[in-house]
């Protein structure tokens, strides 16, 4: 089945700095890529998505790329806010709809 | 706006205890799935549905049990709790027939095993 690595487990950013989590997986099947956010107490909630056939993917501060041939996509925060504190999973998904996640990034933004 | 509730946000039960998880959905989604998640481990996937009255085993199935009965309600049973089974709970759900449906989360439950 598909195992997702997620790196690095902790980063500490100043604020207005740029902010980079990396994620591989196994399963070369796999064909679409969210990213959760989840702050503290909340649930887990989409920022953003990318799909197999796409390269990357922006929206807004948000960043998403994708390397089909070397199974690894990255998430990319630039201009970090403190609002950005928070954890964030990688996951895939199979041509089924089963999400396999990363084990989490606890982004820190400080002032 | 997607809803996915459950039941219950806080629970502490005792070792050996039946305990029931419960997941309401209200959007009409055929995938409903059950997750687990623990500090530096991320989300593990527990069980997971396609249909009502269909289940499938997830990455991490041993102790639980799972029951759907109606296409909105998606249940995680503990038949006899246990310690190392206190955890966030999570219970999601997506649209089925598209690969890129985006998965919405319930609250959580933290369950607590004394």
């Known amino acids: 089945g598909e195992n997702v690595e997620q790196h690095p487990s902790t980063l500490s950013v100043q604020e207005g700095d740029s902010a980079v989590i990396k994620c591989t997986y196994s399963?070369?099947?796999?064909?679409?890529f969210p990213w959760y956010k989840q702050e503290l107490g909340k649930r887990p909630q989409l920022i953003i998505d990318?799909?197999?056939?796409?390269g990357e993917k922006k929206d807004q501060r948000i960043a998403v790329t994708l390397n089909k041939t070397a199974k690894h996509f990255s998430l990319h925060i630039t201009e970090t806010q403190p609002e950005d504190s928070a954890v964030y999973f990688c996951?895939?998904?199979?041509?089924?709809?089963?999400?396999?996640f990363g084990a989490g990034t606890q982004v820190v933004v400080t002032p | 706006d997607v809803k996915v509730t459950q039941s219950s946000r806080y629970l502490v039960k005792r070792t050996g205890e039946k305990v029931f998880l419960e997941c309401v959905q209200d959007?009409?989604?055929?995938?409903m799935f059950w997750y687990r998640q623990d500090p530096g481990l991320g989300l593990r996937l527990i069980y997971f549905?396609?249909?009502?009255?269909?289940?499938e085993k997830g990455d991490i199935p041993e102790g639980y049990s799972v029951s759907r009965e109606k296409k909105e309600r998606f249940s995680l049973i503990l038949e006899s709790a246990s310690t190392n089974q206190t955890s966030m709970y999570l219970c999601?759900?997506?649209?089925?027939?598209?690969?890129?449906?985006?998965?919405?989360f319930g609250s959580g439950t933290q369950l607590s095993v004394l």
């Open positions: 996951a895939a998904t199979d041509s089924w709809g089963k999400f396999q």
């Open positions: 990318i799909r197999s056939n796409v």
């Open positions: 999601a759900s997506s649209l089925m027939g598209t690969v890129d449906e985006k998965l919405f």
């Open positions: 399963d070369s099947a796999s064909n679409y």
């Open positions: 549905s396609y249909d009502v009255k269909m289940k």
């Open positions: 959007m009409d989604h055929e995938n």
